[in-house]
């Protein structure tokens, strides 16, 4: 969605609508703004909110509108099944000289993470109500760490303890998890996309595979592991998954 005639059409048959990536805060606060003065109202007959991207991996196209993926493997990225060809290293060559172009970056379609926590206060104060954070095919500890981050930016906003160096806290552990750097989008007013340059996670915490739980003693609260590589050192961080319990 990307004006205020979209809504309005829309809201017959929705009551939460999702602003293209594209917007700027202040495009998305006048979208929020109309919606109130008009008293645009979804199925529910309750106003119609609106959802934008928060956090996560971005299509370098314009919402939408890639077809890389649907070209080369069949397999359309408008319905879940992208391939991520913009993930890799490319080359330029000028088809008239024959000549390969210098570039400083290889990876020249792959876009950094969206993150949107440090200005998370000017997104609360446009109006939007729900936060979309990409979590498909992401890892447990991923999912964790990303919404408790949000949702305690969210409740310092609530009570008004916001700050820089909150801010910068909520930053140190989102960098622990799997991110290709991090950059604000389109809604404070920047044109141009900012490109990751490697093809894999700039994550500070590695995770290592070391082993796996053979049994535990509930009534000595004692676990039993098998350890198949590696070696545990003192102050090493342990991370035990499950397939029910997450991390």
Known sequence: ITNIETVKFYAMFADTMVMSRELSISQVKKICTQ?????????????????????????????GKCYLSLHSHNSSANRGACKQN??????????ESGFEIELDNEYMMSPKDLCTINFLDQIVDAGVKVLKIEGRGRAPE??????????????????????????????RQLETVYNRGFWSGYYLGQELGEWSPNPGSNATQKKLYIGKGRHYYPKSNIAEFLIEAYDLNVGDKVLIQGPTTGS
């Open 86 to 95: 913009c993930r890799k290293k490319y080359t330029v060559i000028d088809q």
């Open 35 to 63: 919606i109130e003065k008009e008293q645009i109202k979804g199925p529910s007959g309750n106003l119609v909110e609106i959802e934008i991207f928060g956090h996560g991996a971005l299509c370098m196209a314009v919402s």
């Open 142 to 171: 991923y999912v964790a760490t990303v919404t408790k981050c949000y949702r305690e930016a969210i409740d310092s906003i609530e009570d008004g303890s916001f700050s820089q160096e909150k801010v910068a806290e909520w930053m």
